[in-house]
Structures are given as structure tokens and as C-alpha cells.
């Protein structure tokens, strides 16, 4: 979590960059057309070392004040609630360093205002937090969910991996949740809270999450110190000013209009739905074939850190742009074919999500979705000897818990629900131990010989396939808006073929129609 002045200038030269989390805009254009070169675009994030610029030093600002101290006493006393705003010279200077040094920075933490603090402010009430919290992510972050410091630390709320692994943040080389708004201000509320529990003291939890628990304690026991200000000479620099620049924030973003700072630009939430995707999805065609703005996209859904979603994704919550949204449910067929190593997603729920709940996904509650289930296609074998036919069966296993696994961790491991790992193991929370046997419920698919009239009932153009011994047939289910050339072209046949396969002489075809498709 550790934060310095550094950060700070470096997320007023970077926050412009929060409307292209993806990736600049021709850079866009060459994945486009180049998308087979798979660039991990959403993993652009910008950190001091590729800025490569000069960074201030705070100390060398001016000591003669040009704001009046007891101006400042009088704001600082007015504002205080629940944590304390003292005054102290640096915290000055850093009112003075945001009005005068980074004008810049102060005004896009006004305009972003609007997309993050009510997800802040909702979520510090349900863990009991003071509202005023919300500005600490403004010094972490500069309230930008892509930016990852030089000590690796990542999103809005700057956990490091291991940290954000311990909250529950899931990471691998495709999400990784430190990014994901929701989930991280879930993960920083109850970080935080502990951090009170230990100090009870808000001044020492602002600097504990800054360095650590562990130096704020060995501070104190250097200086024998109680409070921020008595053990302040043992602190590291940077956690130094930590606490005076969350005062000054907390002042620029209540007085900066006094200082002729202005939000000119506010920018607010994309409008969205939700899609819940399972298996491979590349989201640069998915882009292309839908409509979808590849940026707005990636506003949407920082946690995604490459173009693609893999193979064992499993009910990824995929955001959309609501304005799309009808479009991509009534040509849902074409669009995943076209971005999917199928046809058609398996299972793939296409979820209502109320567009103004940023933090709808963290509750646990099911969507109302249109299942799309994998039932275009039917492939069987059929051998005069054997037919056969395939049943599934429920295996009983068990995990043992390593060192930072979480539920959702073991569950996208399984390819299972939480819901369901948690029912099978008959756990009311979410908090697992190091060494805990959980009990695994898989389902298995068994080959069972079948009886040779198997395939009787069937609605088969060409019976004469029969004949044939161990040939592999593909089936069609003709659904509302296919035509034989779009099915044609989604599994790469000759129109003329198809339709001589089927008996077709015209072009008409019919809803739940079943059509051979040759393999």
C-alpha cells in the first residue's frame, strides 16, 4: 500500500489515462488489424519508470504560506468528523502544492468524483467506516483502477499481490481483481477496519495501511508514541506526509472551488449490463461484432488484463454498455460465434444489472438471465455393432487449502460455483483455513452402450448414414433468425452442399428444424 509524493504527481500525469484503461487509441487500431499478434492491451498500466520524468521534492516549496494559517484551522476544524484533520505545517504546504504545483491533478480528482464515490461511500456504511475515507484513495490511486506503483502494488486501493490474494482478490494472467472497483473498495473497507481494530486510533490506521501494521508498532516502541504526531520523527518519510496529504485532499476536494479549481469535465458510470461468460472469448472480435466501443469496454471491466478470456472461464461477469445491450442479446448466435472457439458459448447467461449498482456483483445475487445453452450442435457416432450413449455421475473429491487460496480461487480451479462449495462443506462464511479439507462434488461423463434402436425417434434427412459404419454426424438446430447461408458460413460449408445434404431445393427453413451438418 505504500503511497508517496511521487504517486501523487505521477497520477496527475497520468490520469488522463483513465479513459483509455485498454489502450491509446492507435494502438487500437493496430490491434484491429493486427489482432492475431494478441498485445496485452488491458495490461497497460502506467507506472513512474516508464514516465521516466524528474519527480518533486516537496520540501523545496516555498516556506512563506500564501494561504493564511488560521483560514486553514478554521476549515480544517469545520470539516472533521469522525477522523481528525489536524493542522500541521506539511499538511499546509500540501494544500498549497495541490492549488498551486498540480492544479491539474485536483481538478480530474473532481471530475472523477462522480464515478467512484458512491461505490466508496455505500460501501464504508456497510462496514461502518467514516464516509471521509473515500479521499484515500484519491493519494493511493489518483482514483485510477489501472495504475500499478513500483513496488508492484495495483488498483484504485494499491494492494500488493499477496495482500489482495489475503482479501479475497483473485489474480491470474487474465483478471486480476485488484483492478475490479467493486471488489477492491469490498477488499480495502474491511483491510481498513482491521487496521482500526488494532491502532483504534484513525491517524495510526492511515499510516499502518500506508507501511504496515508492523512498522507503525516499531515505531512506537522507538519513540514511545501513542498518537501519528508523537511517533511522527520515527515514521519512513513518505508515511510522513501520507496523513497530511489525505487532510489536504480532503480539503481541496470540499474548498477547491475557493481556489478556483473546478470540475470542468465530470465524468460519470457508463450506463451498463451484464453477460456472464464461460470459456474462451476474444474480446477484440467480440468488440468488432457487437458494436461495443473496445475502451468503453475496458472502463467497464479493468480487471481484464489481457484481449482474451480463456478456455476455463468460468460465470465471468463481463460488463457491456447498456445502449448495445438489445443488439448483442438478439444476435447473441452470430456475435459469439464469431469471438468464441465455438459456436456458441456453453452455458453462457446473458444477466439484467441495474447500470447505476456499481456494486451490485459483490453481493452475491443471482441475476435474472436468458440461459443460452450449447444445444445447437448434437455429435454422435453411430456403428451398427455398438451405439452408445453418454450419462453423467457425481464423483466425491476432496481439496486441501493452501496458503492464500480462497473459495473463489478453489472454485474457478473446479470449474464449480461458490454457492455450491460452500453448501457441500456446510460453511455460512466465505473464510477458509491453510490445512481445511473441503469436499468436492464433480460431475463426470460415463460412455454407456446403448440399445441399438438409440437413434430411432430422430428427424433424420439422410437415414442412409446408417449405413455407414463410424461416421461422425454433426446436427443443426435451426434457430429464429438463421438462414441456410449463415449456417453455411458458421461451419464452413458450400451452400449447395448443405442443401443437398438436407433435401433442400429451395431456401426456406424453419425454428427447430434439425439439419445435417457433414463432417
Not at 488560521?70 to 469522525?82: G, I, M, T, V, Y
Not at 479521499?135 to 490511486?141: K, Q
Not at 469490498?186 to 491517524?203: M, P, S, V
Not at 488484463?305 to 452470430?334: A, C, E, G, H
Request: net charge positive; with cysteine; aromatic share 10%.
Amino acid at each position: 500500500m505504500k503511497i508517496s509524493k511521487k504517486l501523487l504527481w505521477l497520477g496527475a500525469i497520468c490520469a488522463g489515462f483513465y479513459n483509455t484503461p485498454f489502450v491509446a487509441a492507435g494502438a487500437f487500431q493496430t490491434i484491429l488489424q493486427e489482432k492475431q499478434e494478441q498485445i496485452d492491451t488491458l495490461a497497460m498500466a502506467v507506472s513512474a519508470d516508464e514516465i521516466g520524468l524528474p519527480l518533486p521534492d516537496l520540501e523545496e516549496i516555498g516556506a512563506t504560506p500564501a494561504i493564511p494559517e488560521k483560514l486553514l484551522r478554521e476549515r480544517f476544524a469545520r470539516l472533521e468528523k469522525s477522523i481528525p484533520l489536524t493542522y500541521h505545517k506539511s499538511s499546509h504546504e500540501f494544500v498549497e502544492y495541490f492549488i498551486y504545483k498540480k492544479t491539474d491533478f485536483t481538478q480530474t480528482m473532481m471530475e472523477k468524483m462522480p464515478v467512484f464515490f458512491p461505490l466508496f461511500e455505500k460501501t464504508l456504511q456497510k462496514y461502518g467506516l467514516p464516509t471521509e475515507l473515500k479521499y484515500l484513495s484519491m493519494i493511493e490511486s489518483g482514483l485510477n483502477p489501472k495504475v500499478i506503483s513500483r513496488a508492484r502494488a495495483g488498483g484504485l486501493w494499491q494492494f500488493m499481490p499477496a495482500t489482495g490474494r489475503e482479501f479475497g482478490l483473485y489474480q491470474d494472467s487474465y483478471i486480476d481483481e485488484r483492478f475490479e472497483p467493486v471488489k477492491a473498495t469490498d477488499a480495502a473497507c474491511r483491510y481498513l477496519k482491521q487496521l482500526y481494530n488494532i491502532f483504534g486510533d484513525w491517524e495510526l490506521t492511515l499510516a499502518s495501511y500506508n507501511t504496515g501494521p508492523g512498522n507503525i508498532k516499531r515505531a512506537m516502541r522507538r519513540s514511545h508514541g501513542t498518537t501519528f504526531w508523537t511517533i511522527y520523527n520515527a515514521l519512513p518519510k513518505e508515511t510522513r506526509s501520507y496523513v497530511p496529504q489525505y487532510v489536504a485532499m480532503n480539503y481541496m476536494m470540499n474548498y477547491g472551488n475557493d481556489h478556483g479549481i473546478y470540475a470542468k469535465n465530470p465524468e460519470y458510470q457508463i450506463p451498463n449490463d451484464t453477460i456472464h461468460i464461460n470459456g474462451y472469448i476474444d474480446l477484440v472480435a467480440f468488440c468488432q461484432n457487437s458494436g461495443i466501443d473496445f475502451q468503453d469496454l475496458g472502463r467497464l471491466n479493468p480487471s481484464i488484463t489481457k484481449n482474451l478470456l480463456p478456455d476455463q472461464t468460468r460465470d465471468f461477469v463481463l460488463r457491456v454498455p447498456s445502449i448495445q445491450y438489445t443488439y448483442l442479446v438478439s444476435n447473441r448466435l452470430s456475435i459469439m460465434d464469431s469471438c468464441t472457439r465455438k459456436f456458441i458459448a456453453a452455458n453462457m447467461m446473458m444477466a439484467m444489472a441495474d447500470s447505476c449498482r456499481t456494486d451490485s456483483l459483490s453481493k452475491g445475487v443471482a441475476f435474472p438471465y436468458a440461459y443460452v445453452s450449447n444445444d445447437d450442435e448434437e455429435e454422435f457416432e453411430d456403428n451398427q455393432s455398438s451405439a452408445s450413449t453418454t450419462v453423467s455421475k457425481t464423483k466425491k473429491s476432496s481439496h486441501i487449502v493452501r496458503r492464500g487460496e480462497t473459495l473463489q480461487s478453489i472454485s474457478r480451479k473446479y470449474r464449480i460455483q461458490v454457492a455450491d462449495l460452500k453448501r457441500w462443506n456446510h460453511l455460512r462464511k466465505s473464510v477458509i483455513k491453510k490445512g481445511q479439507k473441503l469436499v468436492i462434488m464433480k460431475e463426470v461423463k460415463e460412455v454407456v452402450p446403448a440399445k441399438k434402436e438409440h437413434f430411432a425417434n430422430l428427424d433424420q434427412p439422410e437415414r442412409k448414414v446408417k449405413k455407414d459404419r463410424g461416421i461422425k454426424m454433426r446436427y443443426h438446430t435451426v434457430q429464429h433468425g438463421d438462414t441456410l447461408w449463415t449456417i453455411s458460413q458458421r461451419y464452413g460449408l458450400q451452400l449447395d452442399h448443405l442443401k443437398k445434404a438436407n433435401k433442400i431445393r429451395g431456401n426456406e427453413i424453419k425454428p427447430g428444424q434439425k439439419l445435417i451438418i457433414s463432417s
